[in-house]
């Protein structure tokens, strides 16, 4: 019997030492979440609006002579181009979406036009004026050459009646020669040219001696042209004055060349008006800039599928990444928008579809919409637009099981349970044509801001739920609205009578929660973001240092 008793207590004690040596930091909460201070029983402000995207106005105006200028705004921690256009006249404008983490932002003008300049977000809203004393400084003193003054040099002759194919030389710009500096072009000399009928210039060629990098004896020049008005720097090709000089363009100490016309080669290969190097669409006429939401990424959006009733509030009945790439013309007129859906979580019983709403667009500016997935028989739509909307509003799929298939494995939904079968979803690419003949631009497109995505409940159409205050489309039952912990009143609208949400977007890819566990659980600033009224921990879904337990967060 005492040997009976010895070993129950020594089985117990090596228990109690597996559990332990189980446990890591992960597994002990430094910040534990008490019932009072859980997601269902906060105070939440009638104010707070659950965004953690916002729609910024910048409205950057230029001296009145500067137009189509090439304009990028970056995020000013990271540098990361969040849009970019040409101005028109002279004013940028632009309302651009942005993540609400990024509080301020660095604008680059043409180039080295203007230095960059570093402003903030105030009020959702950027403005600045930009002095012509200043671009014209700068236009000098951020030319991206120099060279070295040497004790050998070349004379090459710049007519006042040099002609130029290519590009537009215009006062204010710059013709230099280039020679190979370890594999690298560095500037040798150069002139800026007046444009006076009578005004030849030239320009001096220094050559390599001690302790100075310059031409080597022998070596042929290469031309560039600097572009003051945009920043644009060109490779040109001469064609020298042979009947006046012998030498053709190659390095002599104390030699003399000249030079009749500079030829740049396809600067701008679809001739659209924007240089290739500041065209993502070089030789497309058509297209010339894509302008990405999130620009660092995909983002994701969340939802609770039993509305009008109370979820679990783990926020994975539907997970989906996402990434919109608004694909515009030398004229800043959208020709079609490109958004990418990836299907990542179904922890639902229903069988959800998902549909997007843009709030501004009239059905009739889209020519074509392709990449859907459509199978079931409660959808009705021409060419991938709704029947019966009007506004402009897709269905990416009418059944998350037809594009995220359950795998058997005997738990509910898809890749909501570390124990369960991971399975990986195709990307569904969204091509949605633009008629161009509408002129219409980003502006015009996203004029409320973020597009309005939104969840379609098991199959019953009229079932929307959509992100907190977004507005319902045309085919959604509004006889749910005030029913069960639904408090819509057609200006508050998915929000429960406490102010709680069915869904939320985040600004990078969501590791969504494991089933059954509530998101505040995972995300330790979730709840002082929300109690901040938004104010603090606009990033709380980033994977920072302590702001996750990821016992809590779905794994492969």
Request: aromatic share 14%.
């Amino acid at each position: 019997m005492i040997q009976k008793y010895v070993l129950t207590i020594l089985l117990v004690c090596l228990l109690t030492l597996l559990f332990i040596s189980s446990c890591t930091l992960e597994d002990v909460p430094t910040d534990p979440i008490n019932e009072e201070n859980s997601i269902t029983n906060l105070e939440i402000s009638d104010a707070f609006d659950w965004r953690t995207s916002q729609q910024v106005e910048f409205n950057l105006i230029f001296p009145g002579n500067m137009t189509n200028l090439m304009v990028e705004i970056e995020s000013l921690e990271d540098g990361i181009v969040w849009a970019k256009g040409l101005s028109l006249k002279n004013v940028f404008y632009r309302k651009v979406i942005l993540p609400t983490r990024i509080e301020n932002v660095t604008v680059k003008v043409a180039g080295n036009l203007f230095p960059p300049t570093h402003l903030s977000i105030v009020g959702n809203f950027v403005e600045f004026q930009y002095e012509s004393n200043l671009a014209s400084t700068i236009a000098v003193g951020q030319l991206p050459w120099h060279y070295f003054f040497t004790n050998t040099n070349h004379t090459i002759l710049v007519p006042a009646t040099t002609t130029f194919t290519g590009v537009v030389v215009s006062p204010g710009d710059y013709i230099g020669v280039f020679y190979d500096s370890l594999g690298t072009l560095a500037c040798g000399g150069y002139i800026q040219p007046s444009y006076s009928t009578v005004d030849n210039m030239f320009i001096s060629a220094f050559g390599a001696d001690v302790g100075n990098d310059g031409f080597l004896n022998n070596e042929e020049f290469t031309w560039k042209i600097w572009q003051a008005s945009t920043g644009n720097e060109y490779i040109a090709t001469a064609t020298y004055n042979t009947a006046i000089f012998s030498n053709q363009g190659n390095f002599v100490v104390n030699g003399m060349s000249g030079i009749t016309h500079l030829t740049v080669s396809s600067p701008d290969a679809d001739n659209d008006g924007v240089a290739d190097s500041n065209d993502d669409f070089p030789n497309d006429s058509l297209r010339a800039f894509d302008n990405i939401y999130p620009a660092d990424g995909f983002g994701s959006f969340a939802f609770e599928d039993f509305w009008p009733g109370a979820g679990d509030y783990d926020f994975n009945d539907l997970v989906i990444d996402f990434q919109c790439h608004t694909i515009e013309n030398a004229n800043n007129v959208v020709h079609e928008i490109i958004f990418k859906i990836l299907p990542v979580a179904n922890g639902a019983v229903f069988h959800n579809g998902l549909g997007i709403q843009f709030q501004d667009v009239l059905p009739a500016w889209i020519s074509s919409v392709s990449g859907y997935d459509i199978q079931e028989n409660y959808i009705n739509h021409t060419n991938g637009l709704e029947n019966n909307q009007s506004k402009a509003t897709i269905i990416v799929f009418d059944d998350a099981y037809n594009v995220l298939s359950y795998p058997n494995d005997g738990y509910i939904g898809v890749n909501t349970n570390p124990n369960g079968i991971h399975v990986d979803a195709d990307t569904i690419t969204l091509h949605i044509s633009f008629d161009t003949s509408f002129g219409k631009t980003s502006n015009d497109i996203f004029a409320s801001g973020s597009p309005n995505v939104f969840l379609i409940a098991d199959q019953t159409r009229g079932r929307e739920v959509h992100l907190p205050n977004f507005q319902p489309t045309d085919l959604a039952d509004l006889s749910y609205f005030g029913t069960y912990d639904d408090d819509s009143d057609g200006v508050k609208t998915y929000l429960s009578n406490s102010n709680l949400p069915w869904g939320i977007e985040t600004g990078v890819g969501f590791d969504h929660n494991i089933e059954k566990n509530s998101i505040e659980l995972a995300y330790l600033k979730f709840i002082p973001w929300v109690q901040s009224v938004g104010n603090n921990f606009p990033d709380w879904y980033m994977d920072l240092p302590n702001y996750r337990r990821s016992i809590y967060i779905y794994s492969e």
